[in-house]
C-alpha cells in the first residue's frame, strides 16, 4: 500500500522537476520560438483610438519573411492606400504614392507613432532575439503563468526594461510592459485573443496601450493570416516597393 | 533787454570754458536727438514687421494658445475654420481674413536634416496682410490651388534648390501621423529678416491642409482692420463678442498689442530713450554746473559790487540763469544741428545689424533707419535748454546769498 505515495510523490516530481528547470532565457527562448515564422502573409485592420474618442481604421496587407524582411501596404482608408513599407533588417523605407516618393525612415522618424498610434516605427524594425539585447530574469510564476523581467545595458534598445506574463500553456505573451529609463511604463502589449493556425497558436487580436497618455490605444486584428508562403525573390526590394 | 545783453557779455568774457560747456551741452543733446530718431525707428521698425509678417493687426487663436508661448500641437488647431473666417468677415471693421498653419519640419538634404518652419495660408486672402506677391523676389508667389512653395533664399541656398525644382517633405500631422507633400518652387523669398530668410516657406493654404491632415482647420486666423493698428483693440473686443454670440468660447482675438512679449519689449525699449536722456543729462548737468560754478566764485567780488550798487538777488540770478541761457542756446543749436545731421544721414543709409540679427529670432529687418521728425527736435530742444538752466539755478542761489560786505571782501 505504501507504493501508492510514493508513485504519487515521484510523479509530482516528474512534472514539477522540469517545470522549475525552466529558466526565464528558456522561457524568452520558447517565445522567440513560438512568435517567429519562417514566412507569412496577411491581412489586418488596425485602429488608432485618440483620446476622445476618435477611431481611426487602418486596412493593411503584409508579407512577412522572418524577423528580417516585411512588406506592408495600405488597403484604407484612401488617403493611405498604395502607401507601403519595406523593412529590411534593421532598415525602414517608405513610399507615398501620389508623389511617388520613398523615403528611409531615420533618425528621430524612428521615434514616431505608426499614423500616429501607439507603435512606433522602431518597433517596426526591431529584428533581433530578445536574448541579444536583454537579460532575462524570472520574477514570477504561478501554475498557468511565468513572468520574466528583461533588463538591457544597451543603450540603443528602444526600452531598457520589459516585463513579459507568458501563457505557460500556449507559450504567448499575455502581457507586455515596456518601461524607458528609471522604470518608467511607457506602453502595455496585450493579446486580445488567438488562434490556431496548424499545429501552431498565435495572437491574431493585440492592443498596444500608452501608458503616458489616457485613452490612447492601438489596435491590430489579423483578419487572414497564411503561414510558410513562398514569395518571389524580388519580394522584398525598392523595385517592389515603389512598382 | 539790457539784463540780456549784459548776460551775453558776461558769457563771452571766458570763450574757452563758454566753447566746453556749449559742448558738452551739444553733445548731449545730439545723443538725445539721435537716441530718439533711433527708438523712433527701431520700435516702428519691428511693429511693421511684427504685423506683416506674424500678428495682423488681430489674431484670431485657440484659447488653449491664448497665454503659451510655444505653438500648440496642430492636433489642438482650430475646426470649422470657414465658420470663423465668416464671422470674423461679418464682424464691422474687419478688411481682411486669412487663416494659417504654421508647421515645423525637418526637411532632407542628402543626410542631414535642415529644421524650417512651414507656413500654409491662401496668398489671394493675404494680398493687405501678409503681401506675400511683395516678399518673393524671384520668381512668383505660390497660388492659392497649387502644390506651389515660395522659400526663403537663404533656406534655398542651403537646400540647393531654386525656381521649377521639386522640394519633396515629410511632416507629422494632425493625428502624429506622416504627412508627405511635394511642391514646386515657384518664389524665392528675401524679407532682410533673419529666420524667414534662413527657415521659413509658404505653401498655399489647401495643400498645407492636406498634407498635415486638417480639413477645414488653421492654427490661426489673422485679420486686418480698416482703423490700422489704433483701431486693433475696439474691434477685437467686438469680435469676441461675435465669436461668443455664435458659440465659438473654443477661441480668442487678440489684438497685435496682446500678442507674444513683442509689445511689452517695445514698451521696453520705449523707456530706454527717456533713461538715456536722463543719464547724458547728468552727464552735462554736471560740466554745466562746473562752468557756471566757477563763474560764480570768480565773481564774487563782482557780484558784491553789483549787489552794493543796488542790483536785488533775482535781477542776479536772472543775470546768472541769463548766461547760461546764453551757453544753453548755443550749444543746443550745435546739438540739434549735429544729431539731425546724423540722424537724417543714416536715416537714408540705415544702420546695419546684419550679423548681430542673424541668429535673433524677431520679426525685425536687420537694416534700421532712424526717423527723425519735428517732435524729436522739439523734445532735444527743450531738453537742452531745461538742463542749462537746472544746471545754473545752484550755483545763482548760492552767488546770491553772499551778503555784499563779505563778497566784497573775497580775493
Not at chain 2, 536727438?33 to 511684427?50: H, Q, R
Not at chain 2, 498634407?211 to 486693433?232: I, P
Not at chain 2, 520705449?270 to 547728468?282: N, Q, R, T
Not at chain 2, 552794493?308 to 546739438?335: D, M, P, Q
Amino acid at each position: 500500500m505504501k507504493i501508492i505515495p510514493i508513485i504519487l510523490i515521484l510523479l509530482t516530481i516528474s512534472i514539477i522537476l522540469p517545470c522549475q528547470a525552466q529558466t526565464a532565457a528558456e522561457w524568452i527562448e520558447k517565445l522567440d520560438k513560438q512568435m517567429f515564422y519562417q514566412s507569412a502573409e496577411y491581412t489586418a485592420l488596425m485602429t488608432v483610438h485618440s483620446p476622445g474618442g476618435t477611431d481611426r481604421y487602418f486596412r493593411m496587407q503584409g508579407k512577412v519573411v522572418g524577423d528580417q524582411f516585411a512588406l506592408m501596404e495600405y488597403l484604407d482608408p484612401p488617403r493611405q492606400r498604395g502607401t507601403r513599407y519595406l523593412k529590411r533588417d534593421d532598415n525602414l523605407w517608405i513610399y507615398f504614392p501620389r508623389q511617388d516618393r520613398t523615403m528611409q525612415i531615420q533618425g528621430h522618424m524612428l521615434r514616431k507613432g505608426v499614423q500616429g498610434g501607439d507603435m512606433s516605427f522602431e518597433d517596426m524594425t526591431e529584428s533581433s532575439s530578445l536574448l541579444e539585447k536583454y537579460e532575462a530574469l524570472l520574477i514570477g510564476e504561478t501554475d498557468t503563468t511565468v513572468t520574466i523581467m528583461l533588463e538591457s545595458h544597451d543603450m540603443t534598445v528602444s526600452y531598457p526594461f520589459r516585463e513579459i506574463l507568458i501563457d505557460k500553456r500556449t507559450v504567448i505573451p499575455i502581457r507586455i510592459v515596456n518601461s524607458g529609463v528609471g522604470r518608467m511604463p511607457i506602453k502595455e502589449i496585450i493579446t486580445l485573443a488567438t488562434k490556431r493556425f496548424g499545429d501552431r497558436i498565435y495572437p491574431v487580436s493585440t492592443e498596444i496601450r500608452s501608458l503616458l497618455v489616457k485613452d490612447k490605444w492601438t489596435r491590430f486584428d489579423i483578419e487572414e493570416m497564411k503561414f510558410g508562403v513562398n514569395f518571389p525573390e524580388d519580394t522584398f526590394t525598392k523595385k517592389m516597393l515603389e512598382r | 533787454m539790457n539784463l540780456m545783453r549784459l548776460s551775453l557779455r558776461n558769457a563771452r568774457r571766458h570763450p574757452r570754458r563758454m566753447l566746453l560747456t556749449g559742448l558738452a551741452v551739444g553733445i548731449a543733446v545730439a545723443a538725445v536727438t539721435f537716441m530718439d530718431a533711433y527708438v523712433k525707428g527701431f520700435t516702428e521698425s519691428i511693429l511693421e514687421t511684427f504685423v506683416q509678417l506674424e500678428a495682423g493687426h488681430i489674431k484670431i487663436v485657440p484659447l488653449e494658445a491664448a497665454d503659451r508661448s510655444r505653438p500648440l500641437p496642430l492636433e489642438k488647431g482650430i475646426k470649422q475654420i470657414s465658420e470663423i473666417v465668416s464671422i470674423a468677415k461679418s464682424t464691422p471693421g474687419i478688411t481682411d481674413v486669412s487663416p494659417r498653419i504654421r508647421f515645423p519640419v525637418l526637411l532632407e538634404r542628402g543626410s542631414s536634416s535642415i529644421p524650417a518652419l512651414g507656413i500654409a495660408l491662401s496668398p489671394s486672402r493675404e494680398k493687405r496682410l501678409m503681401s506675400i506677391d511683395e516678399l518673393v523676389t524671384e520668381g512668383s508667389a505660390p497660388s492659392d490651388s497649387a502644390w506651389d512653395v515660395a522659400l526663403g533664399f537663404k533656406l534655398a541656398e542651403k537646400l540647393g534648390i531654386g525656381i521649377g525644382d521639386e522640394l519633396f517633405m515629410v511632416t507629422t500631422d494632425s493625428y502624429g501621423g506622416l504627412g508627405p507633400g511635394l511642391y514646386r518652387v515657384t518664389g524665392i523669398i528675401r524679407t532682410g529678416v533673419g529666420y524667414i530668410d534662413k527657415k521659413t516657406f509658404y505653401v498655399p493654404l489647401l495643400a498645407g491642409q492636406e498634407q498635415l491632415y486638417m480639413d477645414d482647420m488653421a492654427m490661426e486666423v489673422v485679420c486686418r482692420v480698416e482703423d490700422g493698428l489704433d483701431g486693433a483693440k475696439p474691434v477685437a473686443e467686438r469680435l469676441n463678442e461675435d465669436l461668443k454670440k455664435a458659440g465659438r468660447s473654443d477661441v480668442v482675438a487678440l489684438p497685435w498689442q496682446e500678442q507674444g512679449t513683442l509689445y511689452r519689449m517695445m514698451a521696453t525699449a520705449k523707456i530706454v530713450g527717456p533713461v538715456i536722456m536722463l543719464l547724458l543729462g547728468l552727464i552735462a548737468l554736471t560740466t554745466v554746473v562746473n562752468t557756471v560754478l566757477m563763474s560764480v566764485m570768480e565773481r564774487t567780488r563782482e557780484i558784491g559790487m553789483l549787489r552794493a550798487l543796488g542790483f536785488e538777488r533775482g535781477t542776479i540770478v536772472k543775470l546768472l540763469l541769463g548766461e547760461s541761457l546764453v551757453i544753453g542756446i548755443a550749444g543746443t543749436f550745435f546739438g540739434l544741428v549735429l544729431g539731425l545731421a546724423v540722424s537724417l544721414l543714416l536715416q537714408h543709409t540705415g544702420i546695419d545689424f546684419s550679423g548681430a540679427m542673424e541668429n535673433i529670432e524677431w520679426p525685425m529687418k536687420p537694416i534700421l533707419y532712424p526717423d527723425p521728425s519735428v517732435m524729436t527736435a522739439v523734445k532735444a530742444a527743450i531738453f537742452g535748454l531745461i538742463l542749462t538752466l537746472v544746471a545754473a539755478w545752484y550755483p545763482a542761489r548760492k552767488a546770491v546769498k553772499l551778503a555784499p560786505a563779505e563778497a566784497l571782501r573775497s580775493n
